[in-house]
C-alpha cells in the first residue's frame, strides 16, 4: 500500500520562490496539454512532454491534466507509474542511464553499472544529494553492435569497459 | 502537391534529370548506432574539407540511413566506385577528399580485412558481410537520407502506392499480400494477408492501421534502422494497406528510446504530406489517409498488440483477453490492423514487384528475407537480411565471421525474452519461423545474441527473468507471481544459494506460468529458462551442487587471483583496478585484496599477453598470498620494456 | 439474442452468444472456482483460478472461464490433471501473500494446495483488483487505483478523494477477499492524519478501533491496523 510522494508543504522563506516557480511550471503544463487538444487518448503524450520540461511529474501537474482531460486521478496515478519513462520525484541536471539489454549484459553491462554506481554513490533509480547525476537503467537502447553503451544527456557513448567510465563522468556540472 | 500518378513520375524525371550518375557523392552513415560512435563528427568534417577544397558544387555529401555494419562504423562508401570505407575518423578524412575523392585513389587500411583469407575488399558489395546477405529492404538505407524525400522518390518510391490505388482494386491488394505469404515479422509470424482480411470484412465504417515500433526485445534493433533510415518506405507500406482494409486513419507507435527514429518519422510524414502522399484525395485518387505518430513511454509490454492499442488510448499497457481480436474490435473498439515495422516494408515491394517475385525467396512455409540483429560475441556485430531458410550457421560464420579473440562457440540466442538458446550441435537448423522451434527457440522479432564459452548459460536465464519481472505488467497472477519466483530461484543458483530441487521447481512454475498467462508474454517468459535447462543442465547442477561457475561468470561464485609465477610486476593492474584492491609496485609481485575486490574484471582484461597471471578460480578457495618478502622480484632491467609498460598505462 | 450450444464436462449446455463459459457453466450448475470474478463487474481475468481446457476446431487451448465468450461446438472441461495442478500451483503463490484468506483457504482444500509452499510475502494483497474496479465501475469515484507493475504492482488510495468518500462507504470491504483493503485503508488514513491538510473526523477514531478488533488474526494484518491506528 502506498501512498505517491507528495511534495510536502515548504518552509516559508523558499516559499515565496516555489510559489513563482509553480506559477511558470503551471503554464507550461497548460500549454502542452491545450497542444494536445484535451484528448484523453493523449495523456501518455502529455505526460511525456510535462516529463521533457519540468524532468519531473509534480503532482500539482498531474491534478492539472485530470481535470482538464477529465480522466480520474487513479487512472493517472497508474500510468505516471507504470511507465518507466516517467518520475514521480525531481531528476538530477544529468540524467545517466545504462543499457541492460541483452547484447549489452552479454558484453559486460552490468560490471559498467556496478562501477558508475560506486562512483556517483546511488542506485539505479536514484538522484545524489547533490541533484546533479540521476542514474537509470533502460531496457535496450537499439544501439546493441556497441555493446555496452551508456546514455547521458542524450548523448550515446558505445563500447565501454569498467575502467574507462570513471574518465568518462568527469566535466559534468 | 502532386495530384495523379503522371504527375508522379514526371517529378520523379526531373529528381533523376538532376541528379548525374557520374557525380561523386559521399554517404556516410548516420544511424544512431554510427552516430554513437562519431559520425557525426566526420559529416562535419567532410562537409569543411571539401568546402576547403573548392569541391562544393562537384562532389555531394549526405548522411544516410543505417547499413547495419555496425560493428566497423562510421562507414562511409564513395560512389560512382561504390567503395567502402569502415571505422572512419576525423582524422582520415582529408586523406580520403585528397586520395580518394580528387586522385581516385584507394586508402588501403580503410578497407574491410578479411581475417582467414587475409584479403581486403573494396566495394561494398565485396565484403562477406554484406555479399552473403539479400539485402531487400535494408539495402536501400546506405543511398537515402532520410530527412530527403527526394532520394526514395529517385528510387522509385512511391510507385507501388500509385499502383495500388489507380490499377488494383482494394480486394486486389488484399489478395496479392495473401498470395505472398507474407507472415508477421514482429514474432507473431501470422499470415498477413489474411489479418487485413479479416479488419477488412470486420462490419463498422471506422477503422484503423497501426505500426508497431515498439521494438523491445533487448538486443534487436532492425526496426530501428529501418524506421530511422528509411521511413518513407513504411509509410507506403501503410497507405497501401490503409487503403487494402478500408482505414482512414492510422498511427505510428514508437518506442520514446528511439529518438532518432520519432525525428526521421516526424520529418517523412511532414514532406509526404506536403506532397499529397497523406491527407485527402491522395494522388487525386479520392481515398483520404490521414496518420500520427504516437510515442510509448517504457514499457516492453506495449508491444503486445491489446497493450498497444490501450497505449493508445492513453491508459497502462494491460493486455486483454483474446477474442475478440483486434481486427474485429480493436482501438477505440473499432477494428484494427496492427503490423510490425518491417511487415509494413515489405509491402511495397510486393506491390511493385508481385507476390510471386516475393515467394522465390525463403522456404516453403516462411516466403521472403528477414532482417536479422546478429550481435554479442561476434566478430561483424550488425544487422543481416538474409533469405529465410539459411542455416544460423552460415549466418555465424560466413557473414559474422564468426566468435572474436579465438574463443569457443556456446550458444546463439535468438527470440528475445521470449525465445531460447541453440547450442552448437544445432547450428545447422534453418532460420524461419518453424524450424526453431524443433531446438527450443524462437525465431522472433529477428535478435540473435552470440555467446561463447565466458557466458554463463544459468545467468542468462535470470537475465531475461529479471527483465521480464521488470516489464510484466502484474494484472495476472501465474505471470506476475511465477517470473517472480523463476527469477528468485535462479538469483539464488547464481548467486551460490541453490538448493537440490530447484532445477524441478523451474519446471513445475514454468507449467503454471506458461499454461495460465494471459498474454505472450507470461506464456513465453519461461521460455529462457527452459531451454537451458534442456542444453545446459549440467550447468545449472554445477552452480547448486558444487557451488561453482563453469564459465567463470557468476560474480559470487568467481574469485581473480594473480598467479605469483606469472606475474611481471608491470604496476599495470593496480593502477587499473577501479576499486583500489591490488597491492603491488615495481619489482614486486601483485596481490589482490579479495576483500575489497568487487569483481569487475579489469585486472584480467588488462594483464599484458606475455604474463597472463590473471586467472579466475570458481569452485576452489582462493590460495593465501604468499608472504611479502618472497614478493621481491629481482631482474635485469629492460628499459624499452618498461617504456612499453608505461605507455601501455598511459594510453588504456 | 442467438442461442448457443457448447459442452461443458462432456454436458451439452444452452447459452446465448454474449455469454462467457463461466455464465454459461453457472447457469448449468456447474462450478468453477473464481477469486477475482464478482457478478455485478465486469469480468476481470486476473486471478486465472477459473482457468480451463476449451477446445474447438481440433484445437485445445487454456483460457480464463470468465473471460472467454462461448462458441458454437465448443468443447469445455473444466476439472484435469492439468488443470488441478495449474489451480494448486496458482493457490500455493497466493496463499504467500494471505494465509488466512478463507477463499484460499477452500482452495487450497479443494486443490491440496500447501500453505508455506512458497515464501511468506509482507503484503497481504492479492492484487485481484475487486476494490479497485468497484470502486471504478459502480461508485464511480476510482478513491482507490493501481500504481506501478510486475511484482511491484500495488493497490493505492487517493488522499483527496478517499479522505471525503471512503468513511462513509466502504462497500468494497466485504469483497476483499484478504483483509488487505482495510487494512490498506486504515494505513493510508493514519497517514494522511499526520499531514495538515485531510483531517478524520474524531468521531471515527472509534471506528478504525472496531475494525482492529474485527479483524483479529494471529500474525500481521491485526498488527498492521494497530499499528496505523495508533500512528
Redesign the interface.
Known amino acids: 500500500m502506498r501512498s505517491p510522494d507528495i511534495q510536502g508543504s515548504s518552509q516559508s522563506g523558499a516559499s515565496m520562490k516555489r510559489t513563482e516557480i509553480e506559477i511558470m511550471d503551471a503554464e507550461k503544463v497548460e500549454r502542452i496539454i491545450d497542444n494536445h487538444r484535451c484528448e484523453p487518448g493523449s495523456l501518455i503524450q502529455i505526460l511525456l512532454d510535462i516529463q521533457a520540461e519540468l524532468h519531473w511529474l509534480p503532482k500539482e501537474a498531474l491534478a492539472m491534466v485530470s481535470e482538464k482531460l477529465h480522466v480520474p486521478m487513479s487512472r493517472i496515478q497508474h500510468t505516471a507509474t507504470f511507465y518507466k519513462a516517467f518520475s514521480l520525484v525531481p531528476k538530477g541536471r544529468h540524467e545517466i542511464n545504462i543499457c541492460m539489454g541483452t547484447a549489452c549484459h552479454v558484453r559486460g553491462a552490468p560490471r559498467v553499472l556496478e562501477v558508475v554506481q560506486n562512483l556517483i554513490g546511488i542506485q539505479p533509480g536514484e538522484t545524489d544529494a547533490e541533484m546533479k547525476f540521476s542514474l537509470g537503467t533502460v531496457n535496450c537502447l537499439g544501439c546493441c553492435a556497441l555493446g555496452p553503451v551508456m546514455e547521458i544527456d542524450a548523448e550515446r557513448l558505445g563500447k565501454l569497459a569498467p575502467a574507462t567510465t570513471a574518465g568518462l563522468l568527469k566535466g559534468y556540472d | 502537391m502532386i495530384n495523379s500518378p503522371a504527375e508522379l513520375e514526371k517529378l520523379r524525371q526531373e529528381i533523376l534529370s538532376k541528379r548525374d550518375p557520374g557525380t561523386t557523392r559521399i554517404s556516410i552513415c548516420a544511424g544512431a548506432g554510427c552516430l554513437a560512435t562519431g559520425a557525426g563528427k566526420v559529416i562535419t568534417a567532410f562537409g569543411e574539407e571539401i568546402e576547403k577544397q573548392g569541391l562544393r558544387n562537384d562532389v555531394n555529401i549526405k548522411g544516410t540511413g543505417c547499413p547495419g555494419f555496425c560493428e566497423r562504423g562510421p562507414v562511409v562508401v564513395i560512389d560512382p566506385e561504390d567503395i567502402c570505407y569502415l571505422q572512419v575518423t576525423p582524422k582520415d578524412v582529408p586523406e580520403i577528399v585528397a586520395q580518394t575523392i580528387k586522385e581516385k585513389k584507394v586508402v588501403d587500411r580503410l578497407l574491410y580485412v578479411d581475417q582467414t583469407k587475409n584479403e581486403k575488399a573494396v566495394h561494398e558489395a565485396d565484403i562477406p558481410f554484406y555479399k552473403n546477405q539479400e539485402r531487400n529492404i535494408i539495402g536501400n538505407n546506405i543511398k537515402i537520407d532520410p530527412k530527403c524525400i527526394d532520394d526514395y522518390l529517385a528510387l522509385g518510391g512511391y510507385s507501388a502506392l500509385a499502383k495500388a490505388l489507380f490499377q488494383m482494386t482494394s480486394e486486389q491488394v488484399v489478395e496479392e499480400v495473401k498470395h505472398s505469404k507474407l507472415r508477421g515479422r514482429g514474432g507473431g509470424g501470422f499470415p498477413t494477408g489474411i489479418k487485413w482480411e479479416a479488419a477488412r470484412n470486420a462490419p463498422g465504417d471506422t477503422k484503423y492501421v497501426i505500426v508497431n515500433a515498439d521494438e523491445g526485445d533487448p538486443g534487436a534493433f532492425m526496426d530501428r534502422a529501418v524506421l530511422e533510415g528509411n521511413p518513407h518506405s513504411i509509410l507506403e507500406g501503410l497507405i497501401i494497406g490503409a487503403y487494402a482494409i478500408g482505414s482512414h486513419e492510422g498511427y505510428i507507435y514508437v518506442r520514446q528510446e528511439y529518438p532518432l527514429a520519432l525525428e526521421n518519422a516526424g520529418i517523412a510524414i511532414k514532406q509526404a504530406e506536403e506532397h499529397g502522399f497523406f491527407g485527402t484525395n491522395i494522388l487525386g485518387s479520392g481515398f483520404d489517409f490521414y496518420v500520427k505518430v504516437h510515442r510509448g513511454a517504457g514499457a516492453f509490454v506495449c508491444g503486445e498488440e491489446t497493450a498497444l492499442l490501450l497505449s493508445l488510448e492513453g491508459k497502462p499497457g494491460e493486455p486483454r483477453a483474446r477474442p475478440p481480436y483486434p481486427a474485429t474490435r480493436g482501438l477505440w473498439g473499432k477494428p484494427t490492423n496492427i503490423n510490425n515495422v518491417e511487415t509494413w516494408a515489405n509491402v511495397p515491394l510486393i506491390i511493385n514487384k508481385g507476390a510471386d517475385w516475393f515467394n522465390q525467396f525463403g522456404t516453403e512455409r516462411s516466403k521472403g528475407t528477414k532482417i536479422f540483429s546478429l550481435v554479442g560475441k561476434i566478430r561483424n556485430t550488425g544487422l543481416v537480411e538474409v533469405p529465410m531458410g539459411v542455416t544460423l550457421r552460415d549466418i555465424i560464420y560466413k557473414i559474422g565471421d564468426g566468435i572474436p579473440g579465438s574463443k569457443k562457440f556456446k550458444a546463439v540466442q535468438t527470440g528475445g525474452p521470449a525465445g531460447g538458446c541453440i547450442p552448437e550441435a544445432h547450428l545447422d537448423t534453418a532460420v524461419d519461423f518453424d524450424e526453431l522451434t524443433k531446438a527450443g527457440a524462437i525465431m522472433g522479432s529477428g535478435g540473435m545474441i552470440v555467446m561463447d564459452e565466458d557466458t554463463c548459460m544459468v545467468d542468462v536465464a535470470r537475465y531475461f527473468l529479471n527483465f521480464l519481472s521488470e516489464e510484466s505488467c502484474g494484472k495476472c497472477s501465474p505471470c506476475r507471481e511465477g517470473v517472480k519466483r523463476m527469477h528468485q530461484i535462479l538469483t539464488n543458483i547464481t548467486e551460490g544459494r541453490g538448493k537440490e530441487g530447484d532445477i524441478e521447481l523451474l519446471e513445475e512454475l514454468a507449467l503454471s506460468t506458461r499454461s495460465a498467462s494471459l498474454c505472450a508474454l507470461g506464456r513465453s517468459a519461461p521460455n529462457p529458462v527452459l531451454s537451458t535447462i534442456r542444453h545446459f543442465r549440467d550447468e545449472y547442477e554445477t552452480h547448486i551442487r558444487d557451488k561453482m561457475c563453469p564459465s567463470h561468470s557468476c560474480k559470487e561464485l568467481i574469485s581473480y587471483y594473480i598467479d605469483p609465477d606469472k606475474c611481471g610486476a608491470c604496476r599495470i593492474c593496480p593502477r587499473e583496478c577501479t576499486s583500489g584492491a591490488i597491492i603491488g609496485d615495481k619489482n614486486q609481485i601483485h596481490v589482490i585484496d579479495q576483500a575489497k575486490c568487487n569483481k569487475c574484471g579489469t585486472c584480467f582484461e588488462i594483464c599484458p599477453a606475455r604474463f597472463g597471471a590473471v586467472i579466475r578460480l570458481s569452485g576452489k578457495p582462493v590460495p593465501a598470498p604468499i608472504p611479502e618478502e618472497m614478493r621481491v622480484i629481482v631482474r635485469k632491467r629492460n628499459p624499452k620494456r618498461e617504456k612499453q609498460d608505461a605507455g601501455n598505462l598511459l594510453t588504456d | 439474442m442467438r442461442e448457443i450450444s457448447l459442452q461443458i464436462d462432456g454436458r451439452e449446455v444452452a447459452a446465448t452468444e454474449d455469454m462467457t463459459i463461466l455464465a454459461a457453466a453457472k447457469n448449468a450448475g456447474i462450478s468453477i472456482p473464481t477469486v477475482c470474478h464478482y457478478e455485478k463487474l465486469q469480468p476481470f481475468?486476473?486471478?486465472?483460478l477459473c482457468?480451463v481446457e476449451a477446445e474447438v476446431g481440433g484445437r485445445t487451448n487454456?483460457?480464463?472461464a470468465c473471460?472467454?465468450?462461448v462458441q458454437k461446438d465448443l468443447v469445455v472441461t473444466t476439472r484435469s490433471e492439468?488443470i488441478d495442478?495449474?489451480r494448486k500451483?496458482?493457490t500455493e503463490?497466493?496463499l504467500a501473500y494471505a494465509p488466512e484468506s478463507e477463499v484460499l483457504e477452500n482452495l487450497a482444500r479443494e486443490y491440496q494446495a500447501e500453505k508455506d509452499r512458497?515464501a511468506k510475502e509482507p503484503?497481504f494483497?492479492?492484487?485481484c483488483?475487486l476494490c479497485?474496479r468497484y470502486c471504478?465501475e459502480i461508485k464511480q469515484k476510482?478513491?482507490?487505483?493501481?500504481?506501478?507493475?510486475?511484482?511491484?504492482?500495488?493497490?493505492?488510495?487517493?488522499?483527496?478523494?478517499a479522505a471525503s468518500e471512503c468513511w462513509d462507504c466502504k462497500e468494497c470491504f466485504p469483497l476483499c477477499p484478504t483483509s488487505?483493503l482495510q487494512?490498506?485503508f486504515v494505513?493510508?488514513r493514519s497517514?494522511?492524519s499526520s499531514?495538515?491538510f485531510v483531517k478524520p473526523a474524531s468521531n471515527k477514531q472509534d471506528e478504525i478501533n472496531s475494525i482492529t478488533e474485527r479483524n483479529q488474526h494471529n500474525g500481521s494484518p491485526a498488527a498492521l491496523l494497530q499499528a496505523a491506528a495508533k500512528g
Open positions: 481475468g486476473g486471478c486465472r482457468t487454456l483460457v480464463a473471460v472467454y465468450p492439468q495442478k495449474i500451483v496458482l503463490q497466493l512458497f503484503s494483497c492479492i492484487l483488483g479497485v471504478a476510482n478513491a482507490v487505483g493501481f500504481v506501478d507493475r510486475g511484482p511491484n504492482r500495488e493497490i493505492s488510495f487517493i488522499p483527496e478523494i488487505a487494512a490498506a494505513l493510508m497517514l494522511t499531514r495538515s
